[in-house]
């Protein structure tokens, strides 16, 4: 069951669609009358879908599309046009603003209800690139840990590749028990003929990783338009693109960070963790809105108290991931924790991500 | 919320530079019987949203209840052709009808369609000794001069024929 949200000025509309979702397909079904309060009910609510009427009195639908797209609450969120106004150019306008599907009145039942459950039930990746780069400014955070595991849980969901962008011989590859034979060094040095496709390396659980060069390179040959190449031709066959970020902020990362459709910004639970993070919030303010912070606790002991880091940081927390003594031999053994112990609290911690990510 | 009942049908309005889209009440009248009726010089409808006709998607008013003057409209368009078919229209004729293709210029549009004529088609009488203000189209594409790329689609427009121009007859 999905909640769904209808704005339309027509109350037949609204009857019909509530009788056609809501009984028929029982699911969980908002209403609103106008523009405006659709805009503010779906931003506060978060429905799954909603479904907009384009014609409406002091908000057109149109711009109610623009406004849930540009912001990151509701980014994601799937979206029908439903309209009156049933020409090709109102089709190309409803897509244009943002609109996942777009259909005209008068609706057919089964048509609607098709198109309804092929947007509930397609990845978000389908609506439209999906990137998510897993960033610190500072090392040793467990940037790389958290990144391999959130593409192995996003593998669950659908196609995904893992990008280890560390020009300092990355370690996603041994996180996941690979050898590095193939990297994106080759394809920057020329030293091969192959395609990006084959620079990949397909882990047993479905995952493709386009590993770091093994031997470090200097950070001016990964170029931003190499960047852009290597990432458009993976969101074009894969579903999901994680990247592994290096803790650097260059041409490149800036690059990234644009892109993305969200950021998973990694700090450490110590002071000088925090420190670098609050600063580095400062610095991405451009981007707070894709920011999805992850306090990720590496060592043992007492931390400081979830409410104190909150403020301090002026962003929300949206997962604590608590130390995880096995986390070494994890990484020595190839078996990252979401294979290893999916039951385990890191992985639970990890999901509550995921969901964020993908406005479950 | 703008009440709207089952009989409220949406059309299409085009004037020389708007395109404005409504409702109308059908219960009792198509389209075709309130613009052809010659009692009135206006039309009354609800709930119009008007956009120019270069960014037809672009809203730039809309109006709970709007008055349309008859002779200054271009044509107006339906998804449906009995929305737009006068009451006369609906049925045939005695001498059979035929479907002629044609081809009308209007201020900043042009359209293709087909004529419904009853018996011979003669284009005199249609544009010259045909009292009503309009004529009446089916299977339309409309569009728009200075962007071709712009069309709109109808099973029935409804042509001012004070605006038309030119008209190309297909001689099928």
Known sequence: MAHIL?????????????????????????????????????????????????????????????????????????????????????????????????????????????????????????????????FSLRGGVGVTTLAVNLALLLQHLSATALIDFSPNSGHCASYLGLRPRQHWGQFIQKDTDSTIGSLTMKHHSGLRLLAAPPIPIPTEQLAEATVELLLAVLQKYLHFVVVDMPPVLNSTSTLILEKATRVILVSGSDSPGLQTTLRTVQALQEYHHKLVLVLNHIAPGRQLPLSTVQRALHIPITAQIPYYAQEIATKQAGAPAVLSQPKSPVVSNLQQVVRTLLRK | MRVKNRAQTPVEFFSQSYRLSCTFDARRHSLGDLLYATTSAYLMLDNAYISPIDHPSRISADYPRVIIIKESLTFALTTYRDDALRRDQKYGSYLGTQLTAVFITLPHFDISGELRIPGRFDPRVLLSSQTGMFITLLNVTARL???????????????????????????R
């Open chain 1, 6 to 134: 209808i704005i339309d000025d027509n109350y037949e509309i609204l009857e019909m669609l509530k009788t056609i979702l809501g009984q028929r397909e029982t699911h969980q079904i908002s209403l609103s009358a106008n523009g405006k309060d659709g805009l503010a009910q779906a931003l506060k609510e978060r429905p799954d879908l909603a479904i907009v009427d384009v014609m409406m009195p002091e908000m057109s639908g149109y711009e109610v599309v623009r406004r849930l797209r540009a912001d990151s609450n509701t980014a994601d969120m799937g979206i029908i046009i439903l309209t009156a106004r049933g020409q090709a150019v109102d089709k190309a306008a409803a897509l244009e603003a943002g609109a996942s599907h777009y259909m005209s009145k008068p609706v057919n039942a089964q048509e609607l209800l098709e198109a309804v459950n092929k947007i509930l039930t397609v990845p978000p990746a389908q609506k439209g690139s999906v990137l998510y780069p897993v």
């Open chain 2, 145 to 171: 001069t200075s962007n071709p790329e712009i069309t709109y689609h109808g099973e029935a427009a409804i042509v001012n024929k004070n605006q038309v121009s030119f008209m190309g007859l297909s001689d």
